[in-house]
C-alpha cells in the first residue's frame, strides 16, 4: 500500500500500522454507496488520515479528490480496529466510519475510474466487500460502536 507524506502511518519488519477514515452515503432506500476495487468487488470511499489532520477532515477530503464534490460527515458510525492482510502484507488500521451528506450530483466513477455502485446491505453480504468487518454498521444514523477484529476475544459497542 502506498502512501503520501504526512501520511499516519507506520512501516516495520513486524509489520505495518494505519489510520484511516472511510465514508459512505445512505440514499433514501437505504441504499450504499460504494465503489469498484482492484482488490474487492466493493470498498468504502476513503483513505489515511494525515498528521494534523481530523478523521472528519480526512473523509471530506477523500471525496473531494475521489468524486470531486463537497460531503460534510453527519455521523460516525463505527470505529474499527482490525487487520488486513494483502498479498506480502500485514496491516493493523483503525478505520473511523462516517456518514456524510451531499448535495452535489455525483459522477458515474472515481477519479482513477472506479464505478460507483448503490448496494443494499443483503447485496453486500454477497459479494466480497472490504473492509468485511464494517458491513454490519453500514445502517444510517446508527450511534456509533467500537470494533476489534482480533482474535482475543475483545470487543465492545457504547
Request: hydrophobic residues 40%; aromatic residues 8%.
Amino acid at each position: 500500500m502506498e502512501h503520501e507524506p504526512n501520511d499516519i502511518t507506520l512501516e516495520t519488519a513486524n509489520g505495518n500500522f494505519n489510520y484511516r477514515a472511510a465514508g459512505t452515503i445512505f440514499d433514501t432506500t437505504g441504499r450504499i454507496l460504494v465503489t469498484t476495487s482492484t482488490t474487492a468487488d466493493a470498498v468504502l470511499i476513503g483513505g489515511r488520515v494525515k498528521l494534523h489532520e481530523s478523521a472528519a477532515a480526512a473523509i471530506t477530503r477523500e471525496f473531494r479528490e475521489e468524486l470531486g464534490v463537497v460531503v460534510t460527515p453527519t455521523r460516525l458510525l463505527a470505529v474499527a480496529d482490525h487487520q488486513a492482510t494483502i498479498p506480502g502484507e500485514t496491516w493493523q488500521q483503525v478505520v473511523l466510519l462516517f456518514q456524510v451528506e451531499t448535495t452535489a450530483t455525483l459522477p458515474a466513477a472515481t477519479c482513477n475510474g472506479d464505478r460507483l455502485l448503490w448496494k443494499t446491505p443483503e447485496q453486500l453480504t454477497k459479494i466480497d466487500f472490504q473492509p468485511a468487518e464494517l458491513q454490519q454498521f453500514l445502517q444510517p444514523n446508527r450511534s456509533p460502536l467500537y470494533v476489534q477484529d482480533l482474535d482475543d476475544g475483545f470487543g465492545s459497542s457504547w
